[in-house]
């Protein structure tokens, strides 16, 4: 009678451990197989509202208008700042034509011309107030003092060159000498200052004119927006460094914005903007919440791979292979999550600017442009849970290290033809004067763009450079239209095709996705799975739609 007893006990004893593994095991299954479920099938499973989804779509739409009222803004500060330089241009450069031919505006060849572009530079500053046409003005400090106008010029120290006799003495030594004076009396230099503008050419390396302007944005009145006051730091060189008989002339302009001191407007009531503020504010707390379900699902994802870990070292002694691991690590989480800081802080900085506090157009709209393609990007993910929108992510998914480890060789093959066409070529070719310059125009090359202007704007004045620069671009073109890029795109082609091949018939299976798809009692049983299919889910998607043996799509 004890031993009947004992083997009771031990039979139960055994049966309740069985019945736990069982029950735990199931549990995993049931939590793995709920992470790995789109948002419609969460809500039909357990009444789970998308609230992420939700978030994404609210996010998409408010960053987007974000974007378009901010760009718009920002197009009236470009264009106003490069109308502003044209307008410089042509008033204090003389026979400016209105197109820079190079990287410099106009080109003097003599003596004379030297002297009357500059004397033309001091006469048109000295009235700049009755030529401009637009509100422009000298700057002053903040005594109220008008800034002066500063012109120096960088010599060799000492010289002495006599051509045809091939002889020169020269001090490498180099020496700079600057004036200052009143801009409106600027004009009256011509004879104030007359041993200041006796230059000996072959000692001259350059003459830089500096000033500064005031200028308000009054465009932005008609829209009932405060303008801007702007601060023109110019600088006008004449550059002879090369001494080859050309002295090159540069104007070069750094604009800043601030707020108007003192200002007026009546006639028209001024915009509030307390209303973009709120929406910005707004934007920022939707992308808060937004980062905080992300981060979240990555804090789940990790628990459960620890737990499915455990599982499989437990029952198989096996790891996770790194295909089921980058399931759980889940790489749209972290780009919407970086999208999101993007955003706050771009969103920030949009508020910091539409309060005249901040004057950083172009950071705000490289943060507020990437984010935007980010969170666009990240659309995919949701349309992935269809397989005929799938396609496309399976696709990069499964071509990436191919293509990765292929743009690896090929760009060491680029790089080749880029150094080499560089230090041949960009005596020669105005396309090949600069390391960038040669990188895009090769890619170019690649893309089949301006091939004939390629091979016709090169000098032939240098047969043999002539000669090497045909071998040198027909072998470039041959090489990477007719091999590489062919074989690049074999490796995507190849990988559609294997994915195309998968879904007809069937994904290989790894460990993740047999222990999803082993048949035991779900913990979610169908009596509710049916009373769930009668509710409306608020989306088009979740409506009425019974899950007949649906194969798990995982997306990483």
């Given amino acids: 009678m004890e031993l009947l007893v004992r083997y009771l006990d031990r039979s139960n004893s055994v049966s309740s451990t069985t019945t736990a593994d069982v029950i735990k095991e199931e549990n995993l299954r049931d939590d793995l ?54 307008s410089l241009k042509n008033l204090f450069l003389k026979d400016y034509s209105g197109v820079d031919p190079d990287d410099y505006s106009v080109a003097v060849y003599t003596q004379q011309g030297v002297f009357d572009s500059l004397f033309y530079i001091f006469d048109q500053f000295s009235q700049l107030e009755q030529l401009s046409v637009g509100p422009i003005g000298y700057a002053e400090d903040a005594d109220g003092k008008t800034l002066p106008i500063t012109v120096c010029k960088e010599v060799y120290k000492r010289g002495n060159i006599n051509p045809s006799d091939e002889a020169f003495d020269i001090d490498a030594q180099l020496e700079e000498v600057c004036i200052h004076h009143d801009p409106r009396t600027v004009n009256k230099w011509k004879t104030q200052n007359s041993s200041f503008f006796e230059f000996d050419f072959y000692r001259l390396i350059d003459v830089k004119i500096t000033f500064q302007l005031k200028g308000i944005n009054l465009q ?87 737990r499915f870990s455990r599982y499989l070292d437990e029952n198989y002694n096996r790891n996770v292979c790194e295909e089921d691991q980058s399931e759980f690590l889940n790489g749209w989480y972290v780009m919407v999550i970086v999208s999101d800081v993007l955003t706050i802080i771009g969103s920030i900085l949009k508020m910091e600017i539409q309060a005249k506090s901040l004057t950083s157009y172009d950071v705000c709209s490289i943060l507020l442009g990437t984010s935007t393609l980010l969170v666009w990007v990240g659309v995919i993910r949701y349309l992935g849970y269809f397989q005929k929108y799938n396609v496309l992510i399976l696709t990069m998914k499964a071509a990436f290290p191919k293509v990765l480890r292929f743009c690896c060789c090929a760009g060491m093959i680029y790089l080749g033809y880029t150094f080499c066409g560089w230090i041949v070529l960009g005596p020669y070719h105005e396309k090949f004067e600069g390391l960038s310059l040669v990188a895009e125009c090769l890619f170019s090359l690649v893309n089949g763009d301006d091939m004939f202007t390629t091979f016709a704007q090169l000098k032939d004045k240098n047969t043999l450079v002539w000669v090497f620069s045909r071998a040198y671009l027909y072998s470039f073109i041959s090489l990477f239209i007719y091999m590489v890029l062919s074989l690049f795109i074999a490796l995507i082609t190849d990988a559609y095709e294997t994915i195309k091949n998968y879904q007809k018939d069937g994904f290989p299976l790894t460990d993740l996705q047999k222990f999803l798809r082993e048949q035991k009692e779900s913990t979610v049983s169908e009596e509710n799975v049916q009373m769930d299919v009668n509710h409306q889910c608020a989306f088009l998607c979740c409506r009425k739609r019974v899950p007949e043996n649906d194969s798990v799509i995982l997306m990483s």
């Fill in 33 to 86: 197989k709920f992470y790995f479920m789109s948002p419609c099938e969460k809500y039909r499973a357990r009444d789970h509202f998308p609230w992420k989804m939700g978030v994404q779509i609210l996010k998409i739409i408010m960053i987007t208008t974000q974007l378009v009222l901010f760009g718009l803004n920002n197009q009236l500060v470009v264009a106003y700042k490069e109308q502003n330089a044209m």
């Fill in 220 to 306: 932005t009145v008609r829209s009932r927006e405060l303008p801007d006051c702007y601060s023109f730091y110019v600088t006008i060189t004449f550059d002879n460094q090369v001494h080859s008989g050309m002295v090159k002339v540069f104007l070069d302009i750094d604009a800043e914005s601030s707020t108007c001191r003192g200002w007026k407007i009546s006639g028209t009531a001024q915009k509030n903007t307390r209303y973009l503020l709120v929406f910005d504010a707004f934007v920022i707390l939707v992308c808060i919440t937004s980062a905080i379900l992300c981060t979240r699902s990555i804090v789940l994802a990790v628990r459960l791979l620890q």
